[in-house]
């Protein structure tokens, strides 16, 4: 097989599959009975063109006689007045309009014959029309109870293209909602063990140097009060014994003063 051959045997596989999804089965059941109510019109229009002109025959037909008796009366007048020239002639004429009366009556009786034909045509179309009409009505009563049936039956299994989106929704959220909670145990299990430090005591160390970081700072308040108390004590001594002296000498000059005042 070709290359052109497969393609156009692909594409037209693709026009019929889009074709089936894009058929309706109940609008092409009232396109048909459309086309046939349409057709059912035309045969009917036939009947009456074809009765119309066979009663313009009937018409001509009566006419043609009627010339036809009128010759015939004048031929008698003509005759009994002793003009038998006038009566030959009216005689011919008559018998020129009694061949085309027996032409037209052919015709008529063609016609005739066309009109009951179409006539019977028509009716039995007709009748088809109306049994394809109710078998219509029917097929399409029995498509939408089976499309309704169904979709419901579609609802309820949860296939449906929308349900089944929702679904897949339904069955995301519950994944996810699955992984943040063995997330959250997961980080729960790490920081209890200590694998994984709190974020609350970010910088701060695991237990042990936290211990002997607060030891090691104890240690050096002790040492720099001990410092401290060593430094203080002589300073304490020497202000208690000059402290008296200070005091003389600051009592004797206050004397000294008033007494050159005086």
Sequence with gaps: MSLMKRISLIFRSKASTALDRAEDPRETLDYSYQRQVE?????????????TSRKRVELQVAQLRQQENKLTDQAQKA??????DLAREALTRKSAITAQVGD????????QGEEEKL???SQRLQAKVESFRTRKETIKATYTAAEAQTRINEAFSGISEEMGDV???VQRAEDKTAQMQARAGAIDELIASGALDDASSINRGD?????????SSQSDVESELAALKAKSAPQSIEAGDST???ELTAQQGEQQKQEGQA
């Design 39 to 51: 057709l059912l019109a035309k045969v009917r229009r036939g009947v009456a063109d074809v009765a």
């Design 79 to 84: 005759l009994a007045m002793g003009r038998e």
């Design 104 to 111: 037209l009556a052919a015709q008529q009786a063609q016609l």
């Design 119 to 121: 006539t019977l045509a």
């Design 167 to 169: 679904g897949l929704a």
């Design 207 to 215: 237990d042990i140097a936290r211990e002997l970081e607060a030891m």
């Design 244 to 246: 008296p002296q200070a």
